[in-house]
């Protein structure tokens, strides 16, 4: 029965599923009410909705990860009960999981044989092997098995997990935000393959995602969620961008961003990269710098797919990583201590804030006061903390950058993701802010979280800052910067006026061709 | 020197006598203690479990006559001391760490406590092959009498490196290590795999102490153990988890243990004490040479509390 258990994509159907008022409580509160979603089979259907508002819930309802409190799932018309993640997978519905769930150390082929439910106690590899690669050979993508995982593309990995599914037998995918570490070429390439599976009547698509371009390019039809309730649903060649933004965020009113003021031609440089190299994660290849160089006023994006050297630019900028070659701030050499960075008004907003810039454990308040706990009024050091001080200094900059916390008195690691960020921009950005070094600050937070930090982050640069930007969103960078330079592969291979830009040409160089 | 009649050829054959007899207990703890970081857990109470071996080996090889049978009972008392620290680790906030230097005392304690009455009496050995009955010199006879259990560890080496590739259990093994997530996504119990393990572990090093009192030196005390336990572990990580990097990495540590008493055989008298902590010092360069402060160890499995 081993052999049986290989199916060729076109022997088996694509599943569709529908929800029929399908509710989910938890205690008093409603994270699902009343959703009746229709996925036909042989469709590619996109789910949009802000963070909390409901689509993981339901995609967890669906795979059986939780037991909705109401309502029922048909599976190509027959109601069935899910009560685990395993029945879902007997009747053909698969997810494939934002975060990568391949083992990193084993190879392609050793992921696909050891996920099978029923693996021979000695594996015969060339069987295995010449099995694979027939199966393969009906797939539209083209992965290398033989290497282990970890060498992968991100791109690879993700058709890899898509993959992984196939071989499972399953034909009811739920892609959860598949492209969100992917380059936009990369994302198309995925997308469109997937799209032609549809096309053919092999896979059913639910695709999680807060891409329009993606949804209104890929998707036959979209339902969009928010607090928990259907706001609506329909057939994305008879919606437009604008009309599923409202569906998802309602009349809620985003933060905007300040008109950019021009950069003065003879705007002081703040911050200069000069021939640095320093080794990167593995050690095995060198991130070079040669030049780089932020002015007062400007924003200067980095684009790049994650892995390509920004997270080792920023910890050399952060001090974290011994280099050569210098680091000059506002001209003179730069060695990221507390006090040249006192003095140099120098910040930083680090990705992942909570594991980054912040000690998990200790209160908001604390959280609130690391630039400014060692500094008596009269700015020489100070050696008994000022509590009182620092709790009304936290209590106006809580209220000022609106973070929602319980009290200030609370451990910061209870914030959600978005707060958190807040709570870490007040920090950073009270004061003078002559240097802002910003990682990823808006990875998985939601449209007015986003909306209000990105319009921070122009304020700080109108006021004078000089702004660095790493961020592996494109669009944001887009959004939001000057200039937009590429790193690949350890260095800066590309530089473009953010207006003149061209996203294929900054793809491109993403990709490493260049 | 001429009496023996191969002059410094001796210090060589005695290098290698003296890496197969002394490798043999590092082989089996490392091995064992491959299996378990390879699942993601390290118990460094294996020094414990060695010592409590070597004293449950000789008591029943004392009381039934038969070294097999007391190799067999360090195995059983092995897996379950590995058992008790896989247990206790299932324990949320439980740190792998701080328990098996607890069972290493544990160990220790039990073994001198239980083994007192085994100080006196002697224990049949555990065989050798003749493999130098070719030869006349009683030199070379001595080197190529080789203990059948480092005849076993070497197949046990080979073996386990293939496992980890070829078996199920194997690959089930390295995806718990590289990734509990991705092993409870698979319908995998993370902390079942890594209970397994650990006893496996814990009974391979009861070989390792079974090795010490019934072969080489071959008798139960409580100075049986000089820390093989411990540097076992170490022995690990230099060897990248590899079940043959174990094997030699075991092999060269016996070997750097066996120089001082072989310069001492051809007539070195001075300072020759000091060749007896090469292994140690042999360690530490290596694992200096081998580590890097910017670069993450390659090969680690994903989920050892010391690559977190």
């Known amino acids: 029965m081993i052999v049986g258990e290989i199916h060729a994509p076109k022997s088996i159907p694509a599943v569709g599923i529908e929800t029929v008022e399908m509710t989910m409580r938890f205690g008093s509160f409603t994270a699902l009410d009343h959703v009746s979603i229709k996925v036909p089979a042989g469709t590619f259907h996109a789910l949009l909705g802000e963070n909390g508002a409901g689509k993981s819930t339901l995609v967890k309802c669906i795979m059986g990860f939780y037991h909705p409190t109401s309502g029922q799932l048909q599976v190509d018309g027959r109601e069935v009960t899910i009560a685990s993640p395993r029945d879902a997978a007997a009747h053909g519905l698969g997810m494939v999981y934002q975060h990568f769930t391949l083992v990193p150390s084993l190879t392609g082929a050793e992921n696909l044989v050891i996920s099978r439910a029923h693996v021979p106690a000695i594996i015969n590899w060339s069987k295995e092997k010449k099995r694979l690669s027939a199966f393969m050979e009906t797939m539209p993508f083209d992965i290398p098995l033989d290497r282990p995982v970890s060498e992968l593309a991100a791109g690879e990995k993700q058709k890899l997990e898509i993959i992984k599914q196939l071989y499972l037998g399953r034909r009811f995918l739920v892609l959860d935000e598949p492209t969100s570490v992917l380059t936009p070429a990369e994302a198309d390439d995925m997308l469109g393959l997937v799209r032609g599976m549809t096309e053919r009547g092999e896979l059913t698509v639910l695709m999680i995602s807060h891409k329009f371009h993606e949804v209104t390019k890929f998707a036959d039809a979209v339902s969009v969620l928010r607090r928990g309730t259907l706001s609506g649903t329909g057939k994305v060649s008879e919606l437009s961008a604008a009309d599923m933004a409202a569906m998802m965020i309602g009349d809620v009113k985003l933060a905007e961003l300040d008109t950019r003021l021009p950069v003065s031609p003879d705007a002081l440089p703040v911050l200069a990269v000069k021939k640095v190299k320093a080794p990167d994660r593995t050690g095995l290849k060198p991130i070079v710098i040669d030049d780089l160089v932020v002015r007062s006023g400007e924003i200067v994006g980095i684009a790049g797919i994650s892995g390509n050297g920004q997270k080792e630019l920023s910890e050399v900028l952060a001090g974290q990583r011994t280099a050569e070659g210098a680091v000059i701030v506002k001209g003179k050499p730069y060695g990221a201590t507390r006090l040249e960075t006192r003095a140099n008004n120098v910040r930083f907003i680090p990705e992942e804030p909570l594991n980054n810039a912040c000690a998990q454990k200790m209160t908001v308040t604390e959280n609130l006061a690391f630039r400014t706990f060692d500094l008596a009024k009269d700015g020489s050091d100070a050696i008994w903390l000022d509590a009182r001080g620092m709790k009304k200094r936290a209590t106006a900059l809580i209220t000022d950058f609106k973070v929602k916390t319980a009290s200030p008195a609370s451990p910061i690691a209870a914030l959600s993701g978005g707060n958190v960020q807040r709570a870490v921009l007040a920090r950073e950005l009270s004061g003078e802010v002559d240097l802002l070094i910003v990682s990823n600050p808006c990875f998985g937070l939601d449209f007015s979280a986003v909306a209000e930090i990105r319009a921070r982050i122009m304020k700080a640069r109108n006021a004078g800052a000089a702004v660095l930007l790493m961020s592996e969103d494109l669009d944001e960078l887009m959004e939001m910067s000057d200039r937009i330079i590429v790193m690949s592969d350890g260095k800066l291979v590309y530089e473009t006026p953010t207006r003149e830009a061209d996203v294929a040409v900054i793809g491109a160089h993403m990709a490493g061709h260049h | ?308």
């Open chain 2, 1 to 308: 020197m001429e009496a023996t009649g191969i002059g410094v050829w001796g210090v060589p054959l005695a290098i290698f006598a003296g890496a197969v007899r002394v490798s043999t207990p590092f082989i089996f703890v490392s091995l064992g203690e491959a299996i378990t970081e390879r699942s993601g857990r390290i118990n460094l109470g294996l020094e414990g479990t060695l010592v409590f071996g070597a004293m449950t080996a000789y008591g029943v090889a004392v009381m039934t006559l038969s070294p097999w049978l007391g190799v067999l009972a360090a195995m059983a008392v092995g897996a379950c001391l590995g058992l008790l620290h896989g247990f206790i680790c299932k324990f949320p906030k439980v740190n792998d760490i701080a328990i098996g230097i607890a069972m290493m005392q544990f160990g220790l304690g039990l073994a001198f406590f239980l083994g007192k009455p085994f100080i006196q009496p002697a224990a049949p050995k555990l065989p050798a092959i003749a493999f130098g009955a070719w030869s006349n010199l009683p030199q070379i006879q001595a080197a190529l009498n080789i203990n059948v259990l480092f005849l076993i560890g070497a197949a046990l080496a080979l073996l386990l490196w293939w496992a980890f590739r070829n078996t199920r259990v194997g690959l089930i093994l390295r995806v718990v290590g590289d990734s509990s997530d991705a092993a409870r996504a698979m319908g995998l119990n993370p902390d079942t795999v890594r209970l397994l393990a650990t006893a496996a572990g814990g009974a391979l090093a009861a070989i390792g102490g079974a090795y010490l009192s019934l072969y080489y030196p071959g008798s139960w005390n409580e100075g049986i153990s000089s820390g093989q336990g411990l540097m076992a572990v170490a022995l690990v990580i230099f060897a990248r988890w590899n079940p043959i990097g174990c094997f030699l990495a075991a092999l060269l540590f016996g070997g750097a243990g066996a120089l001082g008493p072989a310069l001492q055989s051809v007539g070195v008298t001075k300072g020759y004490y000091l060749f007896y902590a090469a292994p140690y010092v042999l360690t530490l360069v290596i694992m200096v040479a081998t580590s890097s402060p910017t670069r993450s160890l390659a090969g680690a499995p994903g989920a050892l509390s010391i690559t977190k």
